[in-house]
């Protein structure tokens, strides 16, 4: 059964330890994921961002697809199905879908617009014990299109979302989504501290978690951040696999061909991916 993301991320904050976020692109990504999350022992969350759920025929076939595997597969572990960066219009949808928990990224609002409908959103999730993340400042990089270049936030109004009761808070911080560029200039630990400083046991979310050092990961899990995002690494390395196996020339050797042994060295590599993320993170067990 799914569940929020409440209780396994503020008992990640107590414990000085994140849960991952992995988003699902397909069959494959979700089977993979919450494999990895059961063998691991581990919490885990789903994420779907907006033009996943379109790509997947509608959040309504993401809800079915994930309760159906919670029970074949067995899964004992908490998992939490989460909107990732979703409009209002979003939210409201995968709300009435089934969805367990989502975001509401309302940072390209002036904040008292993003104020006014995170509020309206907060009452009716928590009415439902669907968990909610917002967002203040933007998060680098391209995210459906939507290119911004690692700002980071500003504590004040950190603390004026948080105030709304929101579950957890995305806070840009010098992170981007996608690869990192060469000239990258690291995370901002200062703007960190300040925004925990003044939100305190409320859980931080790092997004664009691929490509940044395990150091820095592990330091700012000692910030208050609690739930890090992670898409891009599954993506390269599912796609590094295939392109092995179609390069070895193993798809023209018998049925090789056949989706499901096409698509199997991809589907091992994010169990990799996601297992090497879990160890670093410090969710292993933690279930």
Same mark, same amino acid.
């Given at each position: 059964? !799914?569940?929020?993301?409440?209780?396994?991320?503020?008992?990640?904050?107590?414990?000085?330890?994140?849960?991952?976020?992995?988003? %699902?692109? *397909?069959?494959?990504?979700?089977?993979?994921?919450?494999?990895?999350?059961?063998?691991?022992?581990?919490?885990?969350?789903?994420?779907?961002?907006?033009?996943?759920?379109?790509?997947?025929?509608?959040?309504?076939?993401?809800?079915?697809?994930?309760?159906?595997?919670?029970?074949?597969?067995?899964?004992?572990? &908490?998992?939490?199905?989460? !909107?990732?960066?979703?409009?209002?219009?979003?939210? !409201?949808?995968?709300?009435?879908?089934?969805?367990?928990?989502?975001?509401? $990224?309302?940072?390209?609002? &002036?904040?008292?617009?993003?104020?006014?409908?995170?509020?309206?959103? #907060?009452?009716?999730?928590?009415?439902?014990?669907?968990?909610?993340?917002?967002?203040?400042?933007? %998060?680098?990089?391209?995210?459906?299109?939507?290119?911004?270049?690692?700002?980071?936030?500003?504590?004040?109004?950190?603390?004026?979302?948080?105030?709304?009761?929101?579950?957890?808070?995305?806070?840009?911080?010098?992170?981007?989504?996608?690869?990192? &560029?060469? *000239?990258?200039?690291?995370?901002?630990?200062?703007?960190?501290? /300040?925004?925990?400083?003044?939100?305190?046991?409320?859980?931080?979310?790092?997004?664009?978690?691929?490509? %940044? &050092?395990? $150091?820095?990961? =592990?330091?700012?899990?000692?910030?208050? #951040?609690?739930?890090? *995002?992670?898409?891009?690494?599954?993506?390269?390395?599912?796609? /590094?696999?295939?392109?092995?196996?179609?390069?070895?020339?193993? $798809? =023209?050797?018998?049925?090789?061909?056949?989706?499901?042994? !096409?698509?199997?060295?991809?589907?091992?590599?994010?169990? /990799?991916?996601?297992?090497?993320?879990?160890?670093?993170?410090?969710?292993?067990?933690?279930?």
């Amino acid at each position: 059964m !799914l569940v929020s993301a409440k209780e396994m991320l503020d008992k990640a904050k107590a414990g000085h330890y994140a849960v991952g976020q992995f988003n %699902i692109n *397909n069959l494959e990504w979700t089977k993979s994921i919450l494999l990895t999350a059961q063998a691991c022992n581990s919490p885990v969350i789903l994420g779907v961002s907006e033009g996943a759920g379109k790509y997947m025929a509608g959040y309504k076939t993401v809800v079915g697809m994930v309760n159906g595997m919670l029970q074949e597969l067995k899964i004992t572990v &908490p998992v939490a199905l989460h !909107l990732d960066h979703g409009s209002y219009e979003g939210c !409201l949808a995968c709300i009435e879908a089934g969805f367990s928990s989502v975001m509401f $990224d309302g940072s390209h609002y &002036p904040i008292e617009e993003n104020i006014a409908k995170t509020k309206e959103l #907060v009452a009716l999730c928590h009415e439902k014990g669907i968990s909610i993340e917002a967002e203040v400042g933007a %998060i680098g990089g391209e995210e459906d299109g939507v290119i911004g270049r690692g700002e980071c936030a500003d504590p004040k109004e950190c603390k004026m979302i948080a105030d709304l009761g929101v579950d957890f808070l995305a806070a840009g911080i010098g992170n981007i989504h996608g690869k990192y &560029p060469a *000239n990258w200039e690291g995370l901002s630990f200062e703007t960190l501290d /300040a925004i925990q400083q003044l939100t305190g046991d409320l859980p931080l979310v790092l997004h664009g978690g691929t490509g %940044i &050092p395990t $150091d820095m990961i =592990q330091k700012s899990i000692s910030l208050g #951040v609690s739930k890090i *995002n992670v898409n891009t690494e599954c993506q390269l390395s599912f796609a /590094a696999a295939t392109r092995e196996y179609i390069e070895a020339g193993k $798809d =023209q050797q018998g049925k090789g061909y056949d989706p499901r042994k !096409l698509l199997a060295p991809g589907a091992e590599a994010i169990k /990799a991916t996601v297992k090497e993320k879990m160890e670093i993170f410090g969710s292993v067990d933690k279930a």
